[in-house]
């Protein structure tokens, strides 16, 4: 497994941008699927978007298309989450995930049952 831990989060107005960071230690980074997920307060933690390990495959939620960008950089064990014209609506503990899911698919991808390391967590608070 992968140890995970996630940077980047804060307070922002609506209309502005935060990129998150998720640093992973330990061996085959390269390897695994690597996802965003968040959870709001009282709901669960629900799919953001996710890259393979080739970085050629990436989805995103349908909530957050067209304004989140996912990106790896194997040679720094890193993950990034690159977030434009946030809402209020985004606000909530985002967590990255680790998971050898290999050649999945699109659904596979979005499941979190299918990651098998997690970060700790990072607040992102979106105020209107």
């Known amino acids: 497994q992968v140890q995970l831990v996630e940077s980047g989060g804060g307070s922002v107005q609506a209309g502005n941008s935060l990129r998150l960071s998720c640093a992973a230690s330990?061996?085959?980074?390269?390897?695994?699927?690597m996802g965003w997920f968040r959870q709001g307060s009282g709901k669960e933690r629900d799919f953001v978007a996710a890259?393979?390990?080739?970085?050629?495959?990436?989805h995103f939620a349908d909530s957050v298309k067209g304004r989140f960008t996912i990106s790896r950089d194997n040679a720094k064990n890193t993950m990034y989450l690159q977030m434009t014209s946030l809402k209020p609506e985004d606000t909530a503990v985002y967590y990255c995930?680790?998971?050898?899911?290999?050649?999945?698919?699109?659904?596979?991808?979005?499941?979190?049952?299918?990651?098998?390391?997690w970060g700790q967590g990072t607040q992102v608070t979106v105020s209107s």
């Open positions: 890259i393979n390990w080739r970085g050629d495959s990436i």
């Open positions: 995930a680790a998971g050898l899911l290999g050649a999945a698919t699109t659904q596979a991808m979005g499941d979190r049952n299918r990651y098998n390391s």
């Open positions: 330990g061996r085959s980074f390269a390897l695994y699927t």
